[in-house]
């Protein structure tokens, strides 16, 4: 399979994930809004099962000796050089609420390491994709390279956080150091917060209880636009955890410093 | 002018805004990405002061005698029986961040009351207007009827606001009274959290500092959904101020009187 044919399947896969997962986001904006029966209908479940479920079809059909993780199906063949971990919907909180910061995550990991990623906002109909050399956009704006901007220092900062709500106490004492050291930090990213520091436009992500799933995708993106991203204690991001991306590896440095004070 | 004329006259505000806001938008991922000289180049204030502008020079045109108050030019003829208010990028900071939960903000007030109101988010393409007897949505779901969902009980609830640190510490002790009562609580909304509350999507917003430009349009289209909004006193929105917005009244009088114990 050439690199051409590969972006392809990637592509494939994002496109088929968004038809399905589409008829359920903002459901009370449908033209028809029915659940099964007695209200206990959840739309976000009900299309995160349905397009993990046309991924895995296509990845077997395509890869049979790839690995498959999914966040809703769990794992098969695991161990396989090759494997694949799919997040249908990161960022259900803001799915469920008709807000737009959610997307599809997409990883393709070769004995652990992430080396192609994308992540699919098929409302916006925006792609951001990366093997961890390059980064590249596809949207309503056009198709365009992603570089990570150059920002050394804490107080030029812009942070973003999906919610400090979701840290444990100790690490939110950590995160709050950091808070008062930017010029700038807030909340509500998800899966956006990693692309917009690949497209420049953010220096910072903290977070904490990230799955696999939650990153892989990501870290392939944040590489290839020449942004950093690990583990506060400087490990592998792909193994999730508490999470740390930087667009510059001076920031990073610094805000990894005062994060393990 | 019909009734038909005016939401065209609306709508053609709400176009020629956008399309002026645009090419400032994510401006890393731009093909051009020229400030005037040395690095003082601020895209969300040109962009703001750019759109301003040429709403108020369509105002003008069309309604001479009306009034005009814009965050960015002040006011013109404020004492008039009709009043534009104007507030082109409201959610700065998701704007310079990349992120996409900003939108124009166009309201008229008729002797200080909101009689017809707008929001439109260029980007994704998608518009929220109501008269505070109706309310409807364009977008690439097509075109909807807005409505509020019931939901009577805080502990049932979904509520957002843009982010607790904008509130005073008296103010932020009564929203985290409410956080923990309430089912679910995101940050990061804007004018999005409105809105997604006139769509039947989200139950309260809850916010602080509300500048009336901020929350004018809003009024309309959150009425004429079915919700309601005032300060958190039970004052008119229009003024601004502490501002609760909910889809249901039952939620509403709990809510604010949780706030005000």
Redesign the interface.
Known sequence: MTAVEFTAFLDELATVSGDTILPF??T????ENKGPGGGAFDPVTAADRAAEMAMRTLIRRNFPSHGIIGEEFGAERAQAEFVWLLDPIDGT??F??????WGTLIALTRQGTAVAGLMHQP???ERFSGDGATAH?RG???A?V??A?RCAKLSDA?L?TT?P?LMSGADRNAFSRIEEAVK??????DC?SYC?LA????DLVIETNIKPHDIAALVPIINGAGGIVTTWEGGSAELGGRIIAAGDRGLHAAATQMLLR
Chains 1, 2 share one sequence.
Not at 199 to 202: D, K, N, P, Q, T
Request: net charge positive.
């Open positions: 986001f903002r009370s904006l449908s033209v909180k803001a469920i609420s008709g807000m737009t910061a409302f916006i109909g956009y309503p704006g056009g365009r992603l570089n901007r812009m973003y919610s709500r700038l930090s807030r909340y509500g990213g956006y917009m497209a420049g436009l953010i």
